[in-house]
């Protein structure tokens, strides 16, 4: 049941897994501390992806209501039409699957339907969807692992940092939580760090808003997560400068 902790958090259970799993929750504190984690840090991506949406696009939008079809009128029972729909699938299944239908074409910016002639615009949105959807997958990857576990470390500079790591996916993410913007043509440089071996360099977080984020595989033997205030492009010589910004072990 503990593994389903991930999963619960993005709402990726079925109803039966999510009402067990909701009763576990009531007698099991570290799984409730885990998933109010997870979906914090959740929510800290999607405010990171957040953008303001166009001013024209509530004006396309009702102009697309006024165009649509609108559905059938029910009939009445008994009728002729209603025994021809009574070897359909029920009607709560296909208004799930349009459900779905309609949010993934709004999520991946298709409003052809509301704007035929901008077809370029629509390339050009398709086009920051698929970058997303390459940017985010192992991020998403990471957060439904059934051995996700996340730590917050706060940091002597202000601020902090959220990690989530699984051992099974061998991979570790580590986001920006508040952290101080660092100085002109500086970054943070996240470091992985086992015994008395030599960080390894983890990846580069620019710092610039809470929610950005590195991912890197490879957590081999590491025991600590470290960042540290790098120039920009990162540190030159392979290990961290003497400006470390955190130390927190590492949650998996």
């Not at 309609?102 to 629509?122: H, M, N, R, W």
Request: include cysteine; aromatic fraction near 4%; glycine fraction near 10%.
């Amino acid at each position: 049941m503990h593994t389903l902790a991930g999963a619960f958090a993005l709402d990726a259970v079925s109803d039966i897994e999510r009402a067990e799993f909701s009763r576990h929750l009531e007698q099991c504190e570290s799984c409730a501390q885990e998933v109010a984690e997870l979906r914090a840090t959740a929510a800290r991506l999607g405010a990171a992806m957040a953008e303001e949406p166009p001013p024209e696009f509530k004006d396309r939008v009702m102009v697309a209501m006024h165009a649509t079809r609108q559905l059938p009128p029910r009939t009445r029972p008994g009728s002729p039409e209603r025994h021809r729909r009574s070897g359909r699938a029920p009607r709560w299944a296909v208004l799930t699957a349009a459900a779905a239908a309609v949010v993934g074409l709004a999520a991946g910016g298709v409003f052809g339907g509301i704007a035929l002639t901008q077809q370029q615009e629509l390339q050009s949105a398709q086009t920051q969807l698929d970058q997303a959807k390459a940017q985010y997958a192992p991020v998403a990857a990471l957060l439904s692992a059934p051995d996700a576990k996340t730590g917050h470390g706060t940091s002597p500079l202000g601020g902090g940092a959220t990690v989530i790591a699984s051992r099974s996916l061998n991979r570790v993410m580590v986001m920006d939580a508040g952290l101080p913007a660092p100085t002109e043509g500086h970054v943070y440089q996240a470091w992985l760090i086992a015994g008395t071996t030599p960080p390894r360099p983890a990846g580069l977080i620019t710092g610039a808003d809470d929610g950005s984020l590195v991912v890197a595989d490879g957590i081999g033997g590491a025991e600590q997560v470290g960042l540290s205030v790098e120039q920009t492009g990162g540190s030159t010589t392979g290990a961290p400068s003497s400006t470390i910004a955190l130390v927190m072990p590492m949650p998996a």
